[in-house]
């Protein structure tokens, strides 16, 4: 595959992966979790590295469709980051909340834990060319 191509395709995906994540904003219509439990400042950090996770996503899917050698290495790193954090929730290890996930957020990380995995192996590939 050319260059081109998967920087198209990290673009791509890292828009698909920051417009998944818009629907899950905890406490909001898909997450109608209650996270009155986690202190406050734990919640609002939360939120700020979503909110930075998904405006460097599509922060580094404009420099990847201008062909920059380096967003194949930021995109493997919010790769990691969406991995992370998908994993930790669908594991139960944060947020740590009373109520269970909703089946339609379970769903949403689970198709979002997929793209971040596909993101990751592009990311990975994009480097070696």
Known sequence: MSQ???ATLIAALLVWEALLLIPM???KLIDTRDFA???RWQYN???VFLTTLGL?????AGFALA???WAFVAALVLGLLYVGVFAADLGEVFPVVPDPIPVQLLVL???ALASAGVIVV???QGMRL
């Open 4 to 6: 081109s191509f998967l």
């Open 25 to 27: 904003v905890p406490g």
């Open 37 to 39: 439990p986690l202190p």
């Open 45 to 47: 950090c939360f939120n």
């Open 56 to 60: 460097a996503s599509f922060v580094v």
């Open 67 to 69: 062909n920059q050698g």
């Open 109 to 111: 990380e689970a198709i």
């Open 122 to 124: 592009i990311g990975i």
